[in-house]
């Protein structure tokens, strides 16, 4: 089994930065690809990024030029930087992984999940 759990959430301002961690731990060698979703209250979960084993990422349109995801394969961890945060993107955020691919922008097609952290913009 994989486990993921997500850090680095919190309150900020509008306009600031926040950077989530995200750390894998055992059968890693099963993880593929990882990525971001995020649920706002009474939404549903929603793909934000994601970043295959080799490098290639891909994001939603809302946070494209704001968020950028990266990945560390030799300490198991991946990252979100959250830049010029808005009020819209207060959610929880949640790691995901894909055994063999890139994960899927629809979250039930993602095997391993982490717990989510919080993430809170005033206005």
């Not at 990266?70 to 945060?85: F, G, I, P």
Request: aromatic residues 10%; charged residues 15%; hydrophobic residues 35%.
């Amino acid at each position: 089994q994989v486990q993921l759990v997500e850090s680095g959430g919190g309150l900020v301002q509008a306009g600031g930065s926040l950077r989530l961690s995200c750390a894998a731990s055992g059968r890693t060698l099963s993880i593929y690809g990882m990525g971001w979703f995020r649920q706002a209250p009474g939404k549903e979960r929603e793909f934000v990024a994601a970043i295959t084993w080799s490098g290639g990422t891909a994001y939603s349109d809302s946070v494209k030029g704001r968020f950028t995801i990266s990945r560390d394969n030799a300490e198991k961890t991946l990252y979100l930087q959250m830049n010029s945060l808005t009020p819209e993107d207060t959610a929880v955020y949640y790691c995901a992984a894909h055994p063999s691919s890139i994960v899927r922008r629809t979250p039930a097609e993602n095997q391993y999940w982490g717990q989510g952290t919080q993430v809170t913009v005033a206005s």
